[in-house]
């Protein structure tokens, strides 16, 4: 079912979901990787790749949360406690909310640095939100770094949640990401 219902996702929130997560924890290893090697004459070339990606993830992340918004969130377990209900809009909210930042701070940098990187893979310039200011580039990409390193930490808080659901809790909901049918057909 490419829709969710009340009790499992569909395939298209379960694609967007694996999909930006690879590629969100992809980018997080190719900037840092970026950032800890010596200067070298196609660096200039990785970070246009990097903002590229960003670009995307920017994208698909706002088509996601249409996504989220125009179909209905799977409930959690009836006996799921109201401090974990709490928790869990919390923490989906700040990880939205943390990609956004993070890429919108990247997209930022991206427009104030010299050369800007607004070259779309060589096939369109993306406007760019910012004008060239190297001290606004530095400030925007420590701030952007920052925030990558907050939402790598919202991504080990988020795993944290899945193996206490997965191995604690035994109640399924991390499965339904899978895809995983319960024989009950309840979660």
């Known amino acids: ?38 200067a070298r004459p196609d660096r ?4 246009s790749i990097h903002a590229d990606i960003g670009y995307l993830v920017l994208l698909f992340t706002v088509l996601r949360l249409i996504w989220r918004a125009i179909n209905p969130t799977p409930a959690l377990p009836a006996d799921t406690p109201h401090w974990q209900r709490i928790a869990a809009r919390v923490s989906h909210g700040a990880l939205y909310a943390v990609t956004i930042l993070v890429a919108v701070l990247g997209w930022a940098h991206s427009g104030a640095h010299t050369p800007d990187y607004a ?22 990409e420590d701030r952007h770094i920052l925030f990558a390193y907050v939402l790598l930490a919202l991504i080990a808080l988020h795993l944290a949640a899945v193996a206490f659901h997965h191995f604690v809790r035994r109640d399924r909901v991390a499965a339904r990401m899978i895809g995983a049918r319960q024989a009950n057909g309840a979660t």
């Open 1 to 38: 079912m490419m829709r969710n219902n009340s009790t499992a996702w569909g395939w298209l929130a379960r694609a967007f979901h694996w999909g930006l997560g690879a590629v969100i924890i992809g980018m997080i290893a190719y900037g840092w990787w970026m950032n800890h090697f010596a």
């Open 44 to 47: 200039f070339f990785h970070r």
């Open 119 to 140: 070259s779309f893979f060589g096939l369109f310039h993306v406007p760019q939100i910012t004008s060239p200011d190297k001290a606004a580039a530095q400030a925007y």
